[in-house]
């Protein structure tokens, strides 16, 4: 694999970024060779959290893994290691080219937020002036909505030279909204002096902010998991939005557009700040990233219970 960023020194916490483009057809067997991964760093010394993200169809076309460590120094001995190298020759046939990395201070990314990773190929001599047409960008994000925050990662001498920036907004769409803004259009062109190249990735995951990351696995569930857990909580909201809230909306002679509106307004409220908290704790055994296969499956069969009992009682009460 190719390190595109340096970590630096201390004990504030390090964090690797690492993008991988999967051969069509893989994805399963890389899916599987990323559990033993994780597996493998819970056995060394300041292992954190890893937060695994697959690619999302036009939005992110590599899998990214966010791998955190209480120090660079306990990073450097995992990246090191000979059961990492072992585990790389696994993936190597799995994968289109070698993964890039991305060695940051600090915690990385934050979980709800999207964020953008950009490394830059910094012309030589021109440092000071690549900080200041760094210090110009960050002047104009914060006047775009959304804006959560921005950090440069200095390169260390001898080892790799790029420098990476983290750039954080809440939604995709506030960071696409920068991102494809005649702002920063004018302002990679004023870049030019002093940047000779640069690549950016986004990290975000399907169903941001309605599952954190498992504290001990340091991983999202299964996508799979998400949208099964979803609908759960989803389907009930709607139908009693619909004989509640919707019937009396319709009485009042309000038109469907605005009665439609209004209860996914009400829905995506109570979702996020009611029903998901309590789906992920009454289902938190299954949902964990790395549940055995029968948990999984004994796990499956009671959210589609969940489903049919639904289904039954609404349909009860819609005669």
Not at 54 to 82: K, Y
Not at 131 to 160: I, Y
Not at 173 to 191: Q, T, V, Y
Request: glycine share 12%; aromatic share 10%.
């Amino acid at each position: 694999m190719k390190r595109h960023a340096i970590p630096g020194s201390g004990g504030d916490g390090a964090t690797v970024v690492i993008s991988s483009k999967v051969r069509e057809g893989g994805e399963e067997d890389y899916r599987r060779w990323q559990r033993r991964m994780t597996e493998a760093m819970h056995g060394f010394a300041g292992f954190e959290g890893a937060d695994i993200y697959p690619p999302i169809p036009g939005e992110q076309g590599s899998w990214v893994v966010v791998c955190r460590f209480s120090s660079a120094g306990r990073l450097t001995g995992w990246l090191d290691s000979e059961l990492r190298a072992r585990l790389l020759e696994e993936v190597r046939p799995l994968l289109e080219e070698p993964s890039a990395l991305e060695l940051l201070a600090g915690r990385g990314p934050a979980g709800d937020a999207v964020t953008a990773v950009i490394s830059h190929q910094v012309r030589p001599g021109r440092e000071r002036e690549f900080l200041r047409w760094q210090e110009a960008m960050r002047k104009a994000q914060e006047r775009f909505p959304g804006f959560l925050g921005v950090e440069t990662f200095e390169p260390v001498p001898g080892v790799q030279e790029h420098w990476v920036v983290l750039l954080r907004y809440d939604t995709r769409e506030h960071l696409d909204g920068w991102m494809d803004s005649a702002a920063r259009g004018r302002l990679l062109r004023d870049g030019q002096g002093c940047v000779l190249d640069f690549d950016v990735r986004t990290v975000r995951s399907a169903f941001a902010g309605w599952f954190g990351s498992d504290g001990g696995a340091g991983q999202a569930p299964p996508e799979w998991k998400q949208a099964m857990a979803v609908l759960l909580a989803l389907y009930p909201t709607v139908m009693i939005l619909d004989l509640t809230v919707g019937r009396v909306l319709r009485a009042a002679r309000w038109p469907m557009y605005l009665v439609l509106f209004a209860g996914n307004v009400a829905s995506v409220a109570l979702l996020t700040w009611a029903l998901m908290p309590l789906v992920n704790r009454a289902l938190a055994w299954w949902l964990r990233p790395g549940a055995p296969a029968r948990a999984g499956a004994a796990g499956a069969l009671v959210v589609v219970a969940g489903y049919a009992a639904c289904v039954a009682v609404f349909g009860l009460m819609a005669r």
